[in-house]
């Protein structure tokens, strides 16, 4: 079992940077493929961001791409979401989440409870 914790939401106006945190407990990451997801108010979850297990591989979704960072510190148990740029449109709930392969649907194993990012105009 792995239990995820994000932090590192907020409030921030529009062209400001946040970096979230995933801190991870129970299991070790170094095994399990990251992501990214978020949801916005009325909204269906989706995708923002993944990578593989060594780091090696990184996905984005295209709204996100260029402005957002994501990355990892296997001896920390730790992600990381470095948001870059922000627009009124990244303003959502951010959740962490692991499972065994890298991909951008929701099909991950493990949640955390999510942080939120409001971005101001």
């Known amino acids: 079992q792995v239990h995820l914790v994000e932090s590192g939401g907020g409030v921030v106006q529009a062209g400001g940077s946040l970096r979230l945190s995933c801190a991870a407990s129970g299991r070790t990451i170094s095994t399990y493929a990251m992501a990214w997801h978020r949801q916005a108010p009325g909204k269906f979850r989706e995708f923002v961001a993944t990578i593989s297990w060594s780091g090696e591989r990184t996905y984005y979704a295209d709204s996100v791409k260029g402005r957002f960072t994501i990355s990892r510190d296997n001896a920390k148990n730790t992600l990381y979401l470095q948001m870059n740029n922000l627009k009124t449109e990244d303003t959502a709930v951010y959740f962490c989440?692991?499972?065994?392969?890298?991909?951008?649907?929701?099909?991950?194993?493990?949640w955390g409870q999510g942080t939120q990012v409001t971005v101001s105009s």
């Open positions: 989440a692991a499972g065994p392969t890298v991909t951008i649907t929701q099909t991950y194993d493990y």
